[in-house]
């Protein structure tokens, strides 16, 4: 063979083997180097959501105690609502209630009650308020919609909507 066909076939190598290592080798490598990356973002994304799942754990079993120990003595909420506007007389105030009951878990049942209004003096409401965040544990107050009436402007329109949980 001729020492031009001998270069010539050095050449090709030497070009198919640039080829290989800049089209398949290189890419490979950056893919390997991507995956790694994404494997532990992956993993830490991971780690943060079994922490949360386990503090969310923790929330509910904590809720499921003061829910329990709660009723026990306290009663369902809607008793305790009308307990609480009878004690402090603004009864006469309420528009609407609207109680609701679901099961959430096996033994777990989620108490819902939306109480509505009409016409109650602001001091009323915020003593309403207090003593009911005060002598009931395991309230979420989910909404809460206030509107000032426009015959006194004292007085408001109240929407409240509140949740909690029994056994």
């Known amino acids: 063979m001729p020492a031009s066909n001998h270069t010539f076939a050095l ?3 030497a070009i198919l083997l640039l080829g290989i290592l800049q089209f398949i080798l290189l890419p490979a490598w950056d893919y390997k180097e991507a995956m790694n ?3 532990h973002r992956k993993q830490k994304a991971l780690r943060s959501v079994n922490s949360l799942s386990s503090e969310y754990s923790n929330l509910i079993q904590q809720r499921k105690e003061l829910s329990k120990e ?3 003595q306290q009663g369902t909420l809607f008793a305790l609502v009308e307990k ?3 004690d402090l ?3 006469s105030n ?3 209630i609207r109680p609701k009951r679901n099961n959430v878990e096996s033994n777990l049942i ?3 009650l939306t109480v509505r209004f009409k016409r109650l003096y602001q001091r009323s409401l915020i003593k309403f308020l207090y003593t009911l965040e005060h ?3 395991g309230i979420t107050v989910k909404e809460l919609i206030i509107a000032r009436t426009k015959n006194n402007l004292l007085d408001v329109d109240v929407t409240l909507s509140m949740t909690t949980s029994t056994q």
Do not use: F, H, Y
Request: net charge negative.
């Open 89 to 91: 007389t603004i009864n």
């Open 37 to 39: 990356n994404e494997v």
């Open 135 to 137: 002598d009931v544990e």
């Open 110 to 112: 989620q108490e819902i």
């Open 84 to 86: 609480i506007t009878r």
């Open 11 to 13: 050449g090709g190598c």
């Open 94 to 96: 309420i528009d609407a």
């Open 70 to 72: 709660g009723n026990q």
